[in-house]
Nanobody, 121 residues
């Protein structure tokens, strides 16, 4: 059993900052890439940022220069530092991770339950 638990969402004014965290726990042998997606009301879920096991990041164009993804491999945790937030960043943010249960097993993608981020004055 694997769980991803997110924290750090909330209400922030435009121009403000938030830091999201997502910790993976359970039957984990190794984790490949980890990332964050978001889904705004009436829109499809979209990639925000992804980071490989070697810490190579990839960002959506809409967040480049404002968001930073990082990970702590020892703690099986991924972070998303969000600066200069805009109202259009309002969405439910979901973390995900490609997890291997034991040596040689396939990687399976797991998702967190989501955390609400609201950017409003």
């Amino acid at each position: 059993q694997v769980q991803l638990v997110e924290s750090g969402g909330g209400l922030v004014q435009p121009g403000g900052s938030l830091r999201l965290s997502c910790a993976a726990s359970g039957s984990i042998f190794s984790i490949n890439d980890m990332g964050w997606h978001r889904q705004a009301p009436g829109k499809e879920r979209e990639l925000v940022a992804r980071i490989t096991s070697g810490a190579s990041p990839k960002y959506a164009d809409s967040v480049k220069g404002r968001f930073t993804i990082s990970r702590d491999n020892a703690a099986n945790t991924v972070y998303l530092q969000m600066n200069s937030l805009k109202p259009e960043d309002t969405a439910v943010y979901y973390c995900n991770a490609a997890i291997q249960y034991y040596s040689g097993s396939p990687y399976y993608r797991h998702w967190g339950q989501g955390t609400q981020v609201t950017v409003s004055s």
